[in-house]
């Protein structure tokens, strides 16, 4: 069936630096993917999508782009700040005609001033 | 409110307890779900509904829980004599498409407690 694999956190990282949280997945159509970011004591919200191979989808410095050759969607940002903070979750969309979103277990990312 | 509201917050439950967790999604989306969140884990899918139609069910963990959405707007989600592996941050989001293609939209979770 179908699945999302991410990176274990948690990550911890300076201010400025540069992120890579890695995301694979295993489909058996070409379902849309998409990275959702949970910050400290709120709920999950949508960060940026991708809905076919090639795309790149990018939101607040954050890029991630669909690559269907190595089944990957990583995660990047040239230089963090401490306010991305949080827990950052890869998803697979469901398939056409299907309803379950599948989630990666979640990374979490602490960035020092 | 603009955003998806659950309710309540913060519950706590005895062993054996009955408990119901509330869902007002964004009004007009047509889909609802359900996902169960332990410690540190990504959200797991338990229920689907398309208005008032439960179209998919399969990731209700057992007999015991139940979801309604009888007017196709609040939604409940239910569960019997719980248990302490039913303890977990219950999460229900909602969306303007059919089915789970598009952006779901979270609400803030109820946690609950099972002692």
């Known amino acids: ?113 | 409110g603009a955003g998806v509201s659950q309710s309540p917050r913060y519950k706590v439950a005895k062993r054996g307890q009955d408990v119901a967790l509330r869902c007002d999604p964004i009004s007009g989306h047509v889909s609802l779900f359900w996902y169960q969140q332990a410690l540190g884990q990504g959200p797991e899918f338990l229920t689907y509904f398309q208005n008032e139609a439960q179209l998919d069910k399969s990731g209700l963990p057992s007999d015991r829980f139940f979801a309604e959405r009888p007017e196709g707007s609040v939604s409940t989600l239910k569960i019997q004599r719980t248990q302490q592996e039913d303890s977990a941050v219950y999460l229900c989001a909602s969306s303007t498409t059919g089915g789970g293609t598009g952006e779901l939209f979270f609400g803030e979770g109820s946690r609950l407690t099972v002692l």
């Open chain 1, 1 to 113: 069936g179908n699945s999302v694999t991410q990176m274990e956190g948690p990550v911890t990282l300076s201010e400025e630096a540069f992120l890579t949280i890695n995301c694979t997945y295993t489909a058996t159509g070409y379902p849309s993917l998409f990275w959702y970011v949970q910050y400290p004591g709120e709920g999950l919200q949508l960060l940026l999508k991708a809905t076919k191979a090639d795309d790149k989808g990018s939101n607040k410095g954050f890029e991630a782009t669909y690559r269907k050759e190595t089944t990957s969607f990583h995660l990047e940002k040239g230089s963090v700040q401490v306010s991305d903070s949080a827990v950052y979750f890869c998803a697979l969309g469901a398939d056409t005609g299907g309803f379950k979103t599948i989630f990666g277990a979640g990374t979490r990312l602490f960035v020092k001033a």
